[in-house]
């Protein structure tokens, strides 16, 4: 029995899958949303004057990161008897997802996946694979 539902979500068209993957999978579960600011993918320049740059990027991250829990929330609230609760974390996605995963007592991890293969998969990586792999409990992976 599934009690508690981990979703990486970040607004895109593969999380927003996930999440209403999960919602009619689960509707009584715990949903714990989970949004990861990636600071390998900020506009901080590490040669920036600014001592504030990073200050100022994690701000706005964290607002975005919000904004986007609280689409994911509304998308789900009428169909979901559980509860949802959100989260904002900050490091590299799969690794972040997988330690969530462990400390969070969840039961199942449901991710979204591009769907890539071949050379661009290994090329660019995989982060739903990365889940999957390290994951302590089972993982979905919607495409």
Do not use: Q
């Amino acid at each position: 029995m599934t009690d508690s539902v981990l979703v990486g979500f970040d607004g895109s068209e593969r999380a927003v899958a996930a999440l209403e993957f999960a919602a009619t999978e689960w509707p009584d579960a715990v949903f714990r949303l989970l949004y990861v600011v990636d600071p390998t993918r900020g506009g901080y320049a590490p040669t920036s004057t600014v001592p504030s740059a990073a200050e100022e990027w994690y701000e706005e991250a964290r607002t975005d990161a919000e904004a986007t829990l609280a689409d994911g929330v509304d998308r789900v609230r009428d169909g979901v008897t559980g509860r949802i609760e959100t989260e904002t974390a900050v490091g590299k996605p799969a690794a972040t997802i997988v330690e969530h995963a462990g400390a969070a007592d969840v039961d199942h991890v449901v991710v979204g996946s591009h769907g890539r293969t071949g050379v661009s998969r290994l090329v660019l990586g995989s982060e739903a694979e990365r889940v999957v792999r390290r994951s302590p409990v089972p993982v979905t992976v919607v495409r």
